[in-house]
């Protein structure tokens, strides 16, 4: 059965600082996998997305990379803002028993930076 | 604008009282989905479908059920809803049958039962 974790749980950093959030996965056999961004009581923002044959994905300040082999994938932030306050989740897609196309979830690293 | 619309965004209900959560998308999906939130549980699949007439059980189906008529509604309803059914939930979209295309979420309803 696929799990998916995110480490660390929490995290908390001031303004300007560049991070890494980690992301694991216990079944290598995946189509893709998505970054997502979740403000409080609010709905799930696609980030990126990295498909299995890709290494890395980049959009402004965010990259994210794959390594389908060791089952891990980090998004990386640069110069973070008080803005990139938020939770990030990490989404895992595949064929798994009969739910095609379900996504796996992380259980989210939660990001603050200080002003 | 593209999207994926949910009613209503918030419901307070009480045991039994059936209700059903709507969701919209505008961007010709095929592929269709029903999550729901927990705290220390994470994003959770409950049904999802292929197509119009096309639906399955994702990990926690019980006590839901779908229905998928037309391509861009895929309503969730809770015949006889429980307390442990309150949660959040999210319904998302994505392109095709092709499994590589990128998720999109709605807004999320917040759902309490008394």
């Known amino acids: 059965k696929q799990e998916v974790t995110q480490i660390p749980a929490a995290l908390s950093v001031p303004e300007g600082e560049n991070l890494v959030l980690n992301c694991s996965f216990t079944d290598s056999a995946i189509y893709n996998l998505q970054w997502f961004r979740q403000d409080p009581g609010k709905g799930l923002t696609s980030l990126l997305l990295?498909?299995?044959?890709?290494r890395e994905q980049t959009s402004g300040r965010l990259n994210a990379s794959l390594d389908k082999s060791s089952g891990r994938s980090t998004l990386y932030i640069a110069a973070s803002q008080p803005g990139d306050s938020a939770t990030y989740l990490c989404a895992v897609r595949g064929n798994y028993g009969g739910s095609q196309g379900n996504l796996i979830f992380g259980k989210g690293t939660k990001l603050s930076v200080k002003p | 604008e593209a999207q994926v619309t949910q009613n209503p965004r918030y419901l307070i209900t009480v045991t039994g009282k059936k209700l059903t959560v709507t969701c919209s998308q505008n961007m010709n999906h095929e592929y269709m989905s029903w999550y729901r939130q927990d705290p220390g549980l994470g994003l959770r699949q409950i049904y999802y479908s292929m197509n119009v007439e096309v639906t399955d059980k994702g990990d926690v189906p019980e006590g839901y059920k779908v229905s998928r008529k037309e391509k861009r509604n895929f309503p969730l309803i809770l015949e006889s809803p429980s307390p442990n059914q309150t949660s959040l939930y999210f319904c998302?979209?994505?392109?095709?049958?092709?499994?590589?295309?990128?998720?999109?979420f709605g807004p999320g309803t917040r759902l309490t039962v008394t």
């Open positions: 990295i498909q299995s044959s890709q």
């Open positions: 998302a979209s994505s392109l095709t049958l092709t499994l590589s295309y990128e998720q999109y």
